[in-house]
C-alpha cells in the first residue's frame, strides 16, 4: 500500500487482509506520514531488490550503500518518531 498510489493498488485476492489495513493506512495518511514512507520506500526498495538478487541486474552493486543505509535508517527515525508523537499506534 505504501509502494504504490491508491489507484495501482492489487491485492490479489487477500483483500481481507487489505480491509484490515485501510484503518491504519487512513490513520497514517491523516497525520502526514503516507508520503515520507513513500519516499523512502522508493528508494529503499532499488537496494532491497539489489541485496535480494545479488546485483544481477546491474553490473555491479551500488557504491553507496552503507552512505544511503545510514539515510535510510535516519530518515526512518524520524518517521517513527512521528507515529510516536501522534500516538498512531495506542488505543
Avoid at 505504501?2 to 497514517?28: E, H, M, R
Avoid at 514512507?37 to 528508494?43: A, P, Q, S, T, W
Wanted: aromatic content about 14%.
Amino acid at each position: 500500500m505504501i509502494s504504490n498510489d491508491k489507484a495501482d493498488w492489487d491485492f490479489g485476492g487477500k483483500q481481507k487482509i487489505a480491509n484490515t489495513l485501510f484503518p491504519v493506512y487512513n490513520k497514517f495518511k491523516h497525520a502526514g506520514i503516507i508520503d515520507p514512507l513513500r519516499d523512502v520506500c522508493k528508494e529503499l526498495l532499488e537496494y532491497r531488490n539489489g541485496f535480494d538478487h545479488a546485483w544481477t541486474a546491474k553490473e555491479e552493486a551500488f557504491s553507496d550503500i552503507e552512505t544511503k543505509g545510514e539515510g535510510f535508517y535516519q530518515k526512518l527515525s524520524e518517521i517513527i518518531a512521528m507515529v510516536e508523537e501522534k500516538s498512531l499506534f495506542s488505543n
